[in-house]
């Protein structure tokens, strides 16, 4: 640790500023959470569960997000010929020796004052803050030997955007969620129940062992963790084996620089696809302005609605439906915008599914955090979170529908777009009306196939909430067997019409 403190002159101030602030922000925590010995015994149990469960799950993405260099990986000891059974004992104890656990073990520490104040048993709580922070570290440790075992020797730009995705799609809809809820002096029923499940979950189940409702729910709990250090002490040891007997190729930054999404998606044909297709989603001004069309377009067809005298309560669920209506139905002319491009996928003999699967992997991207935004948003105005499930159900069937039919589209009906280079509004001329009976059929199959999650959405809102669950269910399997059955059909067209497509893409 204080290695880390050492190096040129820059590195020495920003390790320092940062330790600082991290310093005061353990201080600052510390005093809010030992307010807890004043507040009432549910209060602190809720928030000492769904603070502790979010502290050890950080543990384990952490790593691979920041990609931090283990300073303990297993392979820097292969050159003395270690046992790899003591070395993996001698590494987990070491580990405990970290910033990061010194900060949850004061965390901890402060909290168990809390709780003892509420009457919790000094055992306890002392049982709760070993499990609490022996699966943190465990947790941490597996997560940095698996990345060991992916050799990544740099932090490449697009992986970032990746990471971000994912903490868009799960920490903005918990952010509003909590945002929404009024606590008029008492804990929320929905935090209550996060909270019961949490307890019995590997990330919350020794945080909620000191305040359990029960004796048969502590044992519950302390079952539960004892299970989850068990098996993250097996996964341990059997990766530190796994990292000393096993010498990857070395890869180097050299091999990998420039080569951007190709460098991180497998090295398969659909991986190879999903590369290709991310590349000029994220470069084609083409792809971008309708990718930016959609959001504005969803919100301004709210505005009528509200001007026609429709509640807002009702006209604020109207924008994410429509965002996954269109972005489901974006691809459907995908083929066309390859150009000459489309060659190199036929010539070199690339299966129909991994070119259907590949060509969605940019509009996914897209649209989850787009749809992880809108979604709790929507529900959050709304005012009733019970009708999440409807929405959600709503907007699946809508948006995997369209992928599926979009898959058959593109290949059966083609149209001639505007060219590489091109306005996005530049539109060449046609002789027939192929190109909107493709986008017509795609975009009322998806409403048809989303007609029963719309039905009992609708049932939802103006009878019994308890449909709500029924429009996730309807929504999810008709959206699933639709992009299923649309891939299928999409990957055989795709093998069959090769001739048709290459002579579609030298004529347009």
Same mark, same amino acid.
């Given at each position: 640790?204080?290695?880390?403190?050492?190096?040129?002159?820059?590195?020495?101030?920003?390790?320092?500023?940062?330790?600082?602030?991290?310093?005061?922000?353990?201080?600052?925590?510390?005093?809010? =959470?030992?307010?807890?010995?004043?507040?009432?015994?549910?209060?602190? #149990?809720?928030?000492?569960?769904?603070?502790?469960?979010?502290?050890?799950?950080?543990?384990?993405?952490? /790593?691979?997000?920041?990609?931090?260099?283990?300073?303990?990986?297993?392979?820097?000891?292969?050159?003395?010929?270690?046992? /790899?059974?003591?070395?993996?004992?001698?590494?987990?104890? !070491?580990?405990?020796?970290?910033?990061?656990?010194?900060?949850?073990?004061?965390?901890?520490?402060?909290?168990?004052?809390?709780?003892?104040?509420?009457?919790?048993?000094?055992?306890?709580?002392?049982?709760?803050?070993?499990?609490?922070?022996?699966?943190?570290?465990?947790?941490?440790?597996?997560?940095?030997?698996?990345?060991?075992?992916?050799?990544? /020797?740099?932090?490449?730009?697009?992986?970032?955007?990746?990471?971000?995705?994912?903490?868009?799609?799960?920490?903005?809809?918990?952010?509003?969620?909590?945002?929404?809820?009024?606590?008029?002096?008492?804990?929320?029923?929905?935090?209550?129940?996060?909270?019961?499940?949490?307890?019995?979950?590997?990330?919350? #189940?020794?945080?909620?062992? #000191?305040?359990?409702?029960? !004796?048969?729910?502590?044992?519950?709990?302390?079952?539960?963790? *004892?299970?989850?250090?068990?098996?993250?002490?097996?996964?341990?040891?059997?990766?530190?084996?796994?990292?000393?007997?096993?010498?990857?190729?070395?890869?180097?930054?050299?091999?990998?620089?420039?080569?951007?999404?190709?460098?991180?998606?497998?090295?398969?044909?659909?991986?190879?696809?999903?590369?290709?297709?991310?590349?000029?989603? *994220?470069?084609?001004?083409?792809?971008?302005?309708?990718?930016?069309?959609?959001?504005?377009?969803?919100?301004?067809?709210?505005?009528?609605?509200?001007?026609?005298?429709?509640?807002?309560?009702?006209?604020?669920?109207?924008?994410?439906?429509?965002?996954?209506?269109?972005?489901?139905?974006?691809?459907?002319?995908?083929?066309?915008?390859?150009?000459?491009?489309?060659?190199?996928?036929?010539?070199?003999?690339?299966?129909?599914?991994?070119?259907? =699967?590949?060509?969605?992997?940019?509009?996914? *991207?897209?649209?989850?955090?787009?749809?992880?935004?809108?979604?709790?948003?929507?529900?959050?105005?709304?005012?009733?979170?019970?009708?999440?499930?409807?929405?959600?159900?709503?907007?699946?069937?809508?948006?995997?529908?369209?992928?599926?039919?979009?898959?058959?589209?593109?290949?059966?009906?083609?149209?001639?777009?505007?060219? /590489?280079?091109?306005?996005?509004?530049?539109?060449?001329?046609?002789?027939?009306?192929?190109?909107?009976?493709?986008?017509?059929?795609?975009?009322?199959?998806?409403?048809?196939?989303? #007609?029963?999650?719309?039905?009992?959405?609708?049932?939802?809102?103006?009878?019994?909430?308890?449909?709500?669950?029924?429009?996730?269910?309807?929504?999810?399997?008709?959206?699933? *067997?639709?992009?299923?059955?649309?891939?299928?059909?999409?990957?055989?067209?795709?093998?069959?019409?090769?001739?048709?497509?290459?002579?579609?893409?030298?004529?347009?």
């Amino acid at each position: 640790m204080l290695g880390a403190l050492r190096g040129d002159r820059e590195h020495v101030v920003r390790r320092a500023v940062g330790l600082f602030v991290l310093i005061a922000a353990t201080v600052f925590a510390s005093i809010n =959470l030992a307010a807890l010995a004043d507040s009432d015994r549910l209060t602190t #149990a809720v928030v000492t569960v769904l603070a502790g469960s979010a502290v050890t799950l950080g543990f384990a993405l952490a /790593p691979p997000i920041t990609a931090s260099i283990d300073p303990l990986d297993p392979r820097r000891f292969a050159v003395v010929g270690p046992e /790899p059974r003591p070395l993996a004992a001698a590494l987990l104890l !070491a580990g405990l020796l970290s910033v990061p656990v010194l900060v949850v073990l004061v965390l901890a520490i402060t909290l168990a004052v809390a709780w003892v104040a509420q009457g919790a048993a000094v055992f306890a709580s002392v049982v709760s803050i070993v499990l609490g922070v022996v699966t943190c570290v465990l947790l941490a440790r597996v997560s940095m030997a698996l990345g060991a075992l992916v050799r990544r /020797p740099r932090q490449s730009r697009e992986l970032i955007g990746v990471y971000l995705i994912a903490v868009l799609v799960v920490v903005v809809p918990v952010g509003i969620f909590l945002g929404s809820l009024e606590w008029r002096g008492v804990v929320p029923t929905q935090l209550v129940g996060a909270a019961e499940v949490l307890a019995w979950t590997p990330v919350g #189940a020794a945080w909620s062992i #000191a305040l359990a409702p029960s !004796a048969g729910a502590a044992a519950g709990s302390v079952v539960v963790a *004892l299970v989850t250090v068990g098996l993250l002490a097996l996964a341990w040891f059997g990766l530190v084996k796994r990292l000393l007997t096993t010498t990857p190729r070395p890869v180097t930054v050299r091999e990998r620089a420039g080569l951007g999404w190709f460098a991180i998606l497998p090295g398969s044909p659909g991986g190879a696809v999903a590369a290709r297709s991310l590349s000029y989603w *994220l470069r084609d001004r083409r792809y971008i302005v309708n990718v930016l069309v959609v959001p504005i377009a969803a919100v301004f067809c709210m505005l009528p609605l509200i001007v026609a005298g429709v509640p807002i309560e009702l006209a604020v669920l109207l924008p994410a439906p429509i965002i996954a209506l269109f972005l489901g139905w974006l691809p459907h002319n995908d083929l066309a915008y390859d150009s000459t491009a489309l060659w190199m996928h036929i010539a070199s003999g690339v299966r129909g599914v991994s070119d259907r =699967l590949g060509r969605l992997v940019p509009v996914v *991207l897209i649209a989850l955090p787009l749809l992880a935004i809108a979604v709790p948003l929507a529900v959050a105005v709304h005012g009733r979170w019970s009708f999440a499930p409807a929405l959600v159900g709503v907007c699946a069937a809508l948006f995997l529908s369209g992928l599926g039919l979009s898959s058959i589209a593109s290949v059966v009906a083609p149209y001639a777009v505007s060219r /590489p280079g091109d306005s996005p509004f530049q539109q060449p001329q046609r002789t027939g009306s192929g190109g909107v009976m493709a986008q017509g059929l795609v975009m009322a199959g998806s409403v048809v196939a989303a #007609a029963p999650a719309l039905w009992f959405a609708w049932q939802a809102i103006t009878s019994d909430a308890a449909d709500a669950f029924l429009a996730l269910w309807m929504g999810l399997g008709a959206g699933a *067997l639709v992009f299923l059955v649309g891939v299928a059909v999409g990957a055989v067209e795709f093998e069959r019409r090769g001739t048709r497509l290459m002579e579609f893409a030298e004529a347009t």
